[in-house]
Structure formats: structure tokens, C-alpha cells
């Protein structure tokens, strides 16, 4: 990472400027964008396949060949994306709602290869979700537990835990899921007791610790992941029949100039740290991590226009399909399709939302936009496409994957 360069920083093999113009999984990103219209997403299914592999890779070299990687589908839906994944075979699925585990399913994953996080499910839910054999269910509640109880006596199940030890992006609350602050996520020790006697009413067999405390974290993050699997640690003692255990997604990508790289590496040494010696098979649950980075959106300028002292640039797509930046204030990149180096000038680069918070980026350095019909955001393959709305009936957008 060129850590002198404002604009170029992010540049990798599949995503760089090749004499001046962008290019993308291969493609120049300028014919893309006269292609397929914008907005756009567009998706590089080989940068997808390398991020699993990577993350394979680290848990192997760390000694942890027992584990399986669950893909958070919530981060990306998109249907042909889910069924190169499953043709892959490197990843199944983690699943958070009934319809998505249908969607997994239509995308050719069987039930075995989809983990369940059951939140606050009604009576619908439940019954639909017990009508697939073979899904692997994490209660994270004295009520999921109850209802799955009443459904499907005798099965296995996993408890959501919350260690009340949280890890996310720098000291961005906003994806926090555990912490000082109670949540609604998980069994928090003084009740896990309580879980594993409700567990026992309905023959239940807690067979699996399943935790997820944060979002984004990076390098500098991780003596906070050691925090988390310490304190879960309890919770597997506790339960003696634990055979699986889930330590949730959260690994993060970098979104500005100054944010390093995960090392994957000493990521995995921490968790054969903890798990190397029990002989349990680890689950993780990556997103972000494995889509983020793998994904552009495409848009296209609507003007330039200098208001007081502030250089804005408008777009013809806002916050409403895309709107992580505005939820989450993660930053998003915005990049020229053409850039052969030079000058750069600050530019508020602005959605078509009637909205003060449509705002993609502020005092973006980049070159003189005159002339370029056409930007990208880069970091947009997760929690973009999958969390738009049709706010002010704006919501139309394509998707295209390339393989």
C-alpha cells in the first residue's frame, strides 16, 4: 500500500490503472460503465475465490484444519454470486433469516451447509426453518431456544453467547454487536445456565458456541479479538458438549489511505492461540471481508458546480442503494476512471437523494472531473446492493458478476 498516494492508494493486481484508465477483474472499467449503464455493480468473481482462499490458507498454516468457512449472505445476495460460491466449494452459507436460507437453497446450497442465527423469529419463522433437515441452528436467546424446542425435540443446536467483549473498525460504535452496552445479541453469561436447563427440557444437545461481537476490525484490532475469545471461553467449559465452535465474521478490509491490511496470519495464530489443543472445528463467518473489496459501483457524473468555496460533484445514485457510508460513516473511495496522474483537487462527490446524509465523500482528492462522464466507488461488493431501498423512488440499479 503506496501510503503517499491520496488517490492511487488502494491499487492491486485486478484493480489498477493500466496506461491511465481503470481496470477491473481484468476489464477496462470505462467500457464497463458504457456497457452496463449506471448504477451499476460489478463484482470479480476471481477476487472473491482468492479472498476464501486466503482465508483458508491462514487456517491451515496456523495448524486449523478443522474448520469451515460460512459466507454471511447478508453482506451480498445477489443469485448469481451465491451459486458461483456454492460451485466453488470453498464456503457455505450463514443464514439470518427463513427467506434467506430459502434463497441459499435455491442457489443450490443443501440445508447441511447453511448455519442459522435465530433472532426474534415468530411462529412463521420457526415452522418454516424446521421443515429443512439438516440446518445447523444457533438460538441466541432463552426464546429461540424454546421455540426450536417445541419444533424439533432431541435435535443439535448451537447458543449465541455474548462475552459483553466487543471488536469492530477503530472505535466505530455503530458495529459493535457486544460491549459495555447491553444488546439483543446473544446469551450473556448470567443466563446460560438458564439456556443449557431450557435445552435439556426439550432434549436439546448444545453442541455448538456460536459468537459474533463486532465489525471491520483490522490488524490493530486483534489483541481486542483475544479479549473476545478469552471471554467466551467460560461459556464452552460450561456447556462440556461442545463440538463446534463459531467465532462470527467481522474481519474488515482498509476503507481509507491510512488503514493497513489485515494480517490474516496473525489472525489464525490467535485462534489456534485458543482452539489449537481442544480439538474443536472452528466456524467463521466472513462477509465483508470475502465481497467487500470485490465489488465497484459504478456511477455516472450529473454535474460540477462550485458552492462558497466547496467543489461539488453530483452522481446519478444515492445513499438509498448503497447506504453503508451513511449508516455505518465508513468511508467509500471514489475513484476516476481515467488518471494519469497530476494534480488533484478536493471535491464533495454528492448522491441524487433529497437528503442532507447523501453525501458519498468529502474533500475527495481528485483529478479535474470535467472531461469523465463516469466514477466508481470501490469497496462496494458488501452491505451495499443487499441494504438498498427505493427511498424517493430512486432504487433502480443493475448487478453483474464477473467470472
Not at 32 to 43: E, I, N, Q
Not at 240 to 257: D, K, M, S, Y
Not at 316 to 322: H, L
Request: aromatic share 10%.
Amino acid at each position: 500500500m503506496n501510503q503517499a498516494d491520496p488517490l492511487g492508494w488502494w491499487q492491486r493486481p485486478g484493480l489498477e490503472y493500466i496506461d491511465g484508465r481503470l481496470h477491473f477483474a481484468e476489464h477496462d472499467v470505462t467500457r464497463l460503465a458504457k456497457r452496463f449503464g449506471t448504477p451499476s455493480y460489478v463484482y470479480s468473481a476471481a477476487r472473491i475465490k482468492a479472498n476464501l482462499r486466503r482465508v483458508h490458507g491462514a487456517l491451515e498454516s496456523a495448524g486449523m484444519s478443522q474448520h469451515t468457512l460460512c459466507y454471511a449472505m447478508k453482506a451480498n445476495r445477489f443469485a448469481p454470486l451465491l451459486t458461483m460460491l456454492k460451485l466453488s466449494g470453498l464456503c457455505g452459507i450463514d443464514a439470518c433469516s427463513p427467506q434467506e436460507v430459502v434463497h441459499a437453497v435455491s442457489c443450490g446450497f443443501r440445508p447441511e451447509d447453511i448455519s442459522f442465527t435465530a433472532g426474534s423469529l415468530s411462529e412463521r419463522d420457526v415452522t418454516l426453518l424446521a421443515s429443512y433437515d439438516g440446518l445447523s441452528m444457533d438460538c441466541d436467546s432463552l426464546f429461540a431456544i424454546e421455540r426450536w424446542g417445541q419444533h424439533r425435540p432431541g435435535s443439535s443446536i448451537g447458543i449465541r453467547i455474548n462475552p459483553a467483549v466487543g471488536i469492530g473498525r477503530g472505535d466505530n460504535e455503530k458495529l459493535l454487536y457486544a460491549g459495555d452496552k447491553t444488546s439483543k445479541f446473544g446469551v450473556y453469561r448470567e443466563q446460560f445456565n438458564d439456556a443449557l436447563a431450557l435445552a435439556r427440557k426439550y432434549n436439546l444437545r448444545v453442541t455448538k458456541i456460536h459468537f459474533h461481537t463486532g465489525c471491520g476490525y483490522l490488524t490493530e484490532q486483534l489483541p481486542l479479538l483475544d479479549k473476545v475469545l478469552s471471554a467466551s471461553q467460560w461459556f464452552i467449559d460450561t456447556a462440556e458438549t461442545i463440538e463446534r465452535v463459531n467465532i462470527g465474521g467481522g474481519l474488515g478490509v482498509p476503507h481509507v489511505q491510512t488503514d493497513g491490511h489485515l494480517d490474516l496470519n496473525a489472525w489464525a495464530t490467535l485462534i489456534a492461540k485458543h482452539y489449537q489443543h481442544q480439538n474443536l472445528h472452528i466456524e467463521v463467518e466472513p462477509g465483508d471481508y470475502i465481497v467487500k473489496d470485490a465489488g465497484l459501483l459504478l456511477l455516472g457524473k450529473t454535474y460540477l458546480e462550485t458552492k462558497r468555496q466547496t467543489l461539488f460533484l453530483g452522481t446519478d445514485a444515492g445513499f438509498n442503494i448503497c447506504p453503508e457510508p451513511a449508516y455505518y460513516q465508513l468511508p467509500f473511495q471514489p475513484v476516476p476512471l481515467q488518471w494519469n496522474g497530476g494534480s488533484l483537487q478536493a471535491h464533495h462527490v454528492t448522491g441524487n437523494i433529497n437528503e442532507a446524509l447523501d453525501l458519498w465523500a468529502e474533500d475527495a482528492m481528485l483529478p479535474d472531473m470535467q472531461d469523465q462522464a463516469f466514477l466508481a466507488l470501490i469497496n462496494a461488493g458488501a452491505y451495499s446492493a443487499s441494504m438498498a431501498s427505493n427511498h424517493c423512488m430512486r432504487g433502480d440499479f443493475n448487478q453483474f458478476i464477473i467470472l
